[in-house]
């Protein structure tokens, strides 16, 4: 019997809910032609030479454009940052460049979109990209960052947002990840 077989679709996707993340915003393109979408899928891969993973589908209209441009920029969300999660992940039916919209947005070296009092922003040449069935496994040379500090993250954990304080004692963790 094979794995494929033991395991369905919607029972991993449960078990993955069970995996808290970071969240981030990958913004892609420029003008018009910027897009951009919302990511846990996010993951340092060498402090050597600092570099990123990224997952995204490639069924997403995204993907044309990272192809396209070669870039992208990271932005690893605040506590505060839900409303731009929602817009990158097409709350509202947002699409393309309207999910840039109600945020303060900048460049860093590649051109890539910043967010405004984003946790910590990566900017991201795209050095090479791994298809693995429907995804695409990006390898991104980081370029330039910033940090952000005095502010919890925002993390996606069992099919909704929480927030973490910047500072968490052992006591207060059950209490902000809301169990």
């Known amino acids: 019997m094979s794995v494929e077989a033991?395991?369905?679709?919607?029972?991993?996707?449960?078990?993955?809910?069970?995996?808290?993340?970071?969240?981030?915003?990958?913004?892609?393109?420029?003008?018009?032609h910027r897009t951009g979408f919302t990511a846990t899928s996010v993951s340092s891969l060498s402090a050597e030479l600092p570099s990123v993973i990224v997952s995204v589908n490639r069924a997403s209209s995204s993907w044309p454009a990272l192809q396209r441009y070669g870039c992208f920029c990271v932005n690893v969300l605040a506590a505060d940052q839900q409303q731009v999660a929602q817009?990158?992940?097409?709350?509202?039916?947002?699409?393309?460049?309207?999910?840039?919209?109600?945020?303060?947005?900048y460049r860093l070296k590649t051109g890539a979109a910043a967010l405004e009092n984003a946790l910590t922003v990566l900017d991201c040449k795209l050095e090479t990209a791994f298809h693995y069935n429907s995804h695409a496994i990006l390898v991104g040379h980081v370029y330039a960052m910033e940090i952000r500090q005095g502010i919890g993250p925002l993390l996606y954990w069992r099919g909704g947002y929480r927030e973490l304080p910047a500072e968490v004692d052992q006591s207060g963790l059950a209490k902000a990840l809301g169990q």
């Open 6 to 32: 033991l395991i369905s679709e919607a029972d991993f996707k449960l078990s993955m809910r069970h995996l808290a993340g970071a969240v981030s915003v990958i913004t892609v393109g420029d003008g018009q």
């Open 87 to 105: 817009s990158f992940a097409g709350l509202g039916g947002r699409k393309g460049a309207e999910r840039y919209g109600g945020a303060g947005w």
